[in-house]
């Protein structure tokens, strides 16, 4: 069956600029990952979520896009119909120009179903905050970009539905030729998928990692960030190290290896033909449901046991930690006067406070952080509210932005940032850019820290910051050059 039907799509047409069209079938498998190697090509994407819960129903996978906006050296342009225009202005006003389009939102597909995917560069804070910018890109990588996609295959891993989706675009003209061009297309993927191969993982060789930061080096710079802690200049702050190695490999063949580790709420393997980012976050940095929103921090951290009765013990001493829960507390605050910014007095609340999520090699403290948005605001506005999140860079958060500037050595470019969508239909999702690979020019980087606070064991907040790079590691064969 094709939904909706012509009928209904007329009565859209009169509201809408953009009219998901699409099919539903049973779907026994748990994932997307055997439709994804079949179907990716440079600037497809995959967004796949590992954990069933309000906030990692769907999976996602997006087909390369015609369309797309890139920001880099202060400059921003439009790529479409093969030709690249520049466009003056403030990046996040520009993608909010580009995404005046609206579609319906349909009650039993309540996700994305078209729109803008992407990435938001650590350094977007530049565009709001002066912050003295000391280091230099190593990756040369963009502020922002993303890619306007119309067509895609949906998961709904709880009723255990397909969705092929194709958006009908200015439908008020030519509309039934139109109506009728989706349906073709939406058939001729649907085909596709009945004529799937299961895919076949990719040996990997073992490799050194290297380090921004040696570990006296980085211990060094955790008794840095102590004393602008006790001369009052911050709270907390997030020390990070940027590890990387040779990487001649399909980045897939990594992704896949990573994400068999272990689920998260939020992984995600985008091309961008030039440059791969994949990851598992297990962070929500903003969720948003027409005026609704929602973060969620993360401050607290435990290895996993090696046994349920282990992890159980863990938990416990990281509920009891009085430094874990000030941290925590700390950083939740933080996200209260984020979203505070932008959301109705009196709407803002938080909920399941210091919960603890288990991950495949670590264990969290979470809570989340809830609000309505202001008549004045939008989605862009709560973005730039909470972007970077408090819990990649400290508190009050500009004070430690600029402490980071002259502890760590290298931009931190994508992580720290966000990867997520913005849909047609009001659909906001983003998630913390961490447990991260970036794919580029031959090189796999990845990045990882731990929270300094007054009382931290710098020893202690070392192996944190490796503990967090462990999976991505073990995906990649990786061994840490002492």
Avoid: W
């Avoid at 779907?27 to 994804?36: G, Q, R, T």
């Avoid at 769907?58 to 797309?68: C, Q, T």
């Avoid at 990487?247 to 998260?264: C, H, I, M, N, W």
């Avoid at 300094?452 to 990649?476: C, M």
Wanted: aromatic share 8%; with cysteine; glycine share 6%.
């Amino acid at each position: 069956m094709i939904y909706p039907d012509l009928q209904t799509v007329r009565i859209y047409a009169e509201t809408y600029t953009r009219i998901p069209i699409y099919s539903a079938m049973d779907y026994a498998k748990d994932d997307l990952l055997d439709l994804y190697a079949a179907l990716r090509r440079p600037y497809s994407f995959f967004l796949e979520s590992g954990v069933l819960n309000s906030y990692g129903r769907y999976s996602i996978i997006a087909l390369p896009a015609k369309k797309r906006l890139v920001s880099r050296d202060d400059k921003t342009y439009l790529m479409q119909h093969g030709e690249t225009k520049q466009l003056d202005g403030n990046p996040l006003d520009i993608l909010k120009q580009q995404m005046q389009e609206r579609a319906p939102i349909y009650p039993e597909l309540s996700v994305f179903t078209g729109g803008a995917i992407g990435h938001f560069n650590y350094d977007v804070i530049r565009l709001f905050e002066a912050i003295q910018d000391n280091q230099l890109p190593s990756l040369h990588l963009p502020l922002m970009q993303f890619a306007f996609v119309e067509e895609l295959i949906v998961l709904d891993h709880e009723q255990h539905r397909l969705y092929v989706i194709v958006n009908m675009q200015e439908p008020q003209i030519n509309l039934d030729v139109k109506y009728h061009r989706a349906i073709q297309r939406i058939q001729e993927l649907s085909a596709r998928i009945t004529k799937l191969e299961a895919y076949r993982d990719e040996p990997l060789a073992q490799r050194k990692v290297t380090s921004s930061l040696s570990k006296e080096q980085f211990i060094t710079r955790v008794k840095e960030a102590q004393k602008h802690i006790q001369e009052g200049d911050i709270f907390q702050v997030v020390l990070s190290q940027r590890l990387q190695a040779d990487y001649t490999e399909d980045p897939f063949a990594a992704y896949v290896q990573l994400r068999a580790l272990g689920k998260s709420p939020y992984m995600y393997y985008l091309d961008f033909a030039d440059y791969v980012i994949a990851g598992v976050s297990p962070e929500l940095l903003l969720q948003g449901r027409g005026q609704s929103i929602m973060t969620m921090p993360i401050a607290g951290t435990r290895p996993r046991g090696n046994s349920v009765q282990e992890d159980e013990a863990a938990a416990q001493s990281l509920r009891n930690d009085p430094k874990e829960n000030a941290e925590h507390a700390m950083l939740v605050d933080l996200g209260r006067n984020d979203i505070g910014k932008v959301a109705a007095i009196g709407s803002v609340r938080v909920e399941n406070m210091k919960q603890v999520q288990l991950y495949s090699h670590v264990m969290h403290m979470t809570s989340e952080v809830h609000g309505r948005l202001k008549k004045e605001y939008d989605m862009y506005d709560a973005l730039a509210s909470v972007l970077p999140a408090g819990t990649l860079s400290g508190a009050p958060k500009i004070s430690a932005m600029q402490i980071i500037e002259s502890l760590e050595p290298v931009k931190r470019e994508i992580y720290g940032g966000a990867i997520g969508f913005i849909g047609y239909n009001q659909q906001f999702d983003a998630c913390i850019t961490i447990r991260t690979f970036v794919f580029h020019k031959d090189k796999v980087y990845l990045q990882a820290g731990a929270g300094i606070v007054k009382d931290s064991v710098p020893e202690k907040e070392y192996e944190e910051s490796l503990h967090k790079a462990k999976a991505l590691l073990r995906a990649i064969h990786g061994e840490v050059a002492v």
